[in-house]
C-alpha cells in the first residue's frame, strides 16, 4: 500500500522534469517485506507492510499503512476481525473454524502516537493507541478533531492532547454527512442527521445518542454570533445540552 504523507516537499517546475522527490519528515516511512510459500513450494516475497524508521532504527511495530497527521500522531491501518471470537481459534484446526465462524476480516483504520522520552527521542516500538483500529477511514478535520467513518456513516474524534475527550467520538458515528469545523463558522460543523441538516459546536460533550433536533439551526447559530434576541432561549437551551455551558461563544462568520 502506498503511504501518503502530510506536508509533502513541493515540487518547483524543475524538480518535477527531473522526477526529484524529497521529503521534509523526521522519519522515513520503510517496509517490512512479507512472504509465503507458493504453489511450487518455495519461499516468496508476497507484499509488505509499512513501520517508521530513523537512522537505520525501527520505531514502530509493522502496518499494512502508516499515515502522518500532527504531532507524533499516525493514522494506522491493519486487519481486524469482527462478527465471532476468534481468542480461543486452535492454531492447528483455525483454517477449518474461521470457515465456520464466518468473521468479517477487512482493514481498517486507527491512531497512534509516538512515545518520547525526556531528551525528546522517541521510544521504539512503544506507540500508544489513541484512537482504535475499528474506522473504514479517518481524515483531517480543523480544530484538533478528526472525521471517521464507518458502515457508510461519519463521526467526530477529539484529537486535542489536553481535552478530556481525547480520542473519543463527539457523537455517535450515524452522521450521514460531517463538514469540517470552521468552515462556515468558526467552532461548528454543519452536519446531518436522519436526512436534517444542522451544526455541531467543537466543544460539544461526547454523547452516545444524537437526535436531528439535537443540532444546532444556521439561525441559531448566527444568534451566538450576533445575538438575535428572538433566538435567544431556544439557542442557549441547546448549545448548554450539547457542551454543558450556555456561555455564548465569541465566533465570527467566515
Request: charged share 30%; glycine share 4%; aromatic share 8%.
Amino acid at each position: 500500500m502506498q503511504s501518503y504523507l502530510k506536508n509533502q516537499h513541493k515540487y518547483t517546475t524543475k524538480e518535477m522534469f527531473e522526477s526529484i522527490r524529497e521529503f521534509e519528515h523526521e522519519f522515513q516511512v520503510k517496509e517490512t517485506q512479507l512472504y509465503e510459500v507458493s504453489d511450487d513450494g518455495n519461499v516468496c516475497e508476497s507484499n509488505h507492510k509499512l513501520h517508521l524508521e530513523k537512522d537505520g532504527i525501527q520505531l514502530t511495530r509493522d502496518y499494512w499503512n502508516i499515515i502522518e497527521l500532527w504531532d507524533d500522531h499516525y493514522v494506522v491501518c491493519d486487519l481486524t476481525a469482527s462478527g465471532c471470537d476468534l481468542d480461543d481459534i486452535n492454531e492447528y484446526t483455525m483454517e477449518r473454524e474461521i470457515e465456520a465462524l464466518q468473521p468479517t476480516i477487512k482493514f481498517q483504520v486507527g491512531v497512534i502516537k509516538l512515545q518520547r522520552n525526556k531528551k525528546g527521542e522517541v521510544v521504539p516500538f512503544a506507540e500508544k493507541t489513541i484512537v482504535p483500529i475499528m474506522y473504514d477511514r479517518i481524515s483531517e478535520n480543523n480544530e484538533d478533531s478528526l472525521t471517521a467513518y464507518i458502515n457508510g456513516k461519519l463521526t467526530y474524534i477529539d484529537l486535542n492532547p489536553k481535552s478530556s475527550n481525547y480520542g473519543k467520538q463527539i457523537v455517535p458515528a450515524i452522521l450521514e454527512h460531517a463538514v469540517p469545523f470552521n468552515v462556515d463558522y468558526d467552532g461548528f460543523a454543519e452536519c446531518s442527521v436522519d436526512g436534517i441538516t444542522g451544526y455541531l459546536p467543537r466543544n460539544c460533550n461526547p454523547r452516545e445518542q444524537l437526535k436531528s433536533s439535537d443540532l444546532l439551526t444556521e439561525e441559531q447559530v448566527q444568534y451566538l454570533l450576533q445575538k438575535d434576541e428572538s433566538l435567544g432561549t431556544s439557542s442557549t437551551d441547546k448549545l448548554s445540552k450539547l457542551t454543558g455551558s450556555a456561555q455564548v461563544l465569541k465566533l465570527t462568520r467566515k
